[in-house]
């Protein structure tokens, strides 16, 4: 059977959800769990490209998750070009897309 590497989002009950499928998949496990909270920081303001916003009161903030960081740092400098493409495009950071860039041959 191929091997299995869901990328899943939820707005509530995640943990209950991964833990129940996890129950199904002989040998699973989650490897990682990340909380983010509601992006209160657009309430009034905005979404920008990159991961910017601005807040009701104007003020810029850049929402960069580690991973983003670990990819650009990579020496392989066309790994981190085709990640810094795929930020571009993006308002909200898509990790598993900037993943699937990183990983593009």
Known sequence: MPKI?????FDTQ????ANFYISIFKN???????RYGKA????????V????????FG?????????????MSDPDREKAKRVMQAMFKMKKIDIAALKKAYDQR
């Open 49 to 56: 490209q990159c991961g910017w916003l601005k807040d009701k």
């Open 59 to 71: 003020l810029s903030w850049q929402v960069v998750p580690s991973a983003l960081g670990e990819m």
């Open 14 to 17: 995640a943990e209950e959800a």
């Open 5 to 9: 590497t869901p990328f899943l989002w």
């Open 28 to 34: 699973s496990k989650i490897v990682t769990i990340a």
């Open 40 to 47: 209160k920081l657009t309430e009034g303001g905005q979404e």
